[in-house]
């Protein structure tokens, strides 16, 4: 086993912890009044608090068999599915940026992103208490980080904020009910905040396409036509993440278009 990949299992595991409290955040955040810090980790059922060797993540949820140890209530897939996807997504992140101020912002990015996702699955609201920050923050970034400049980062909030701004209000003209709420909006200036205005066609192209598959079949499912909503911002998010680490890929791909459509 090489350096480069012993440097990964404590990327690996510093992930995994993060997705942990991440669960807390998740579940505790659209709460009001709620603090994600206090009281300590416990069972959403019989209360109970957990040990530690409850609290491990990934392992714990296999060694329980996915059930609470104290009043046998299943425990939510949610909970490992975190604790992997952030585990992985620090081992990604170290593998690509190094350990670097990049490294680190990113982090922060995605941990957001994640968190994201999953509190608006479930209660399709996209917490201003993330993107409002997370607009800042990304900025802060472009001041610091030699992956992004801060003209494309100042680009991307107000190409971001402004483009899917603009599409609400057209769609709003057109159906005369909000198609999109303000969260997306944010979501989508504090993303070409962390990655610049470059990204944000294919970000904008990549959900949308994903959103309208996957917005037909709950129509189909559902049967509620025009009247079915689902959330936007997982899309926007897990298009945002496609491009922080496969970037090049997409750049090289869009090159063969241009080459092959229109060719010299």
Known sequence: MDINTLSLIPALLFGGIIGSF??????????????????????PECKTDLQWYENIPVLSYLVLRGKCHHCKTSISLQYPVVELS???LSAALVHKFGLSISCAGYFIFTAALLVIIWIDLYHQIIP??????????????????????????????????????????????W??????????????????????WQALPFVILASS???????????LKQKKGGQTRIPFGPFLSLAALSYLFFQEQIWELYQLYLHYSFPS
């Not at 396409?209 to 129509?219: N, R, V, Y």
């Open 22 to 43: 991440l669960n807390v955040v998740i579940l505790r955040l659209p709460q009001e009044d709620a603090s994600i810090v206090f009281p300590a980790s416990h069972c």
């Open 86 to 88: 952030m585990a992985l």
């Open 128 to 173: 201003d208490v993330i993107s409002l920050p997370g607009i800042i923050l990304g900025f802060l970034f472009s001041l610091v980080s030699p992956a992004l400049h801060w003209q494309s980062s100042l680009l991307g909030i107000l190409a971001g904020g402004g483009a899917l701004y603009a599409v609400a209000q057209l769609y709003y003209l």
């Open 175 to 196: 159906r005369k009910v909000d198609g999109m709420g303000g969260g997306d909006i944010k979501l989508l200036a504090m993303i070409g905040a962390f990655l610049g």
């Open 209 to 219: 396409l994903s959103g309208t598959f996957i917005g037909l079949l709950a129509m």
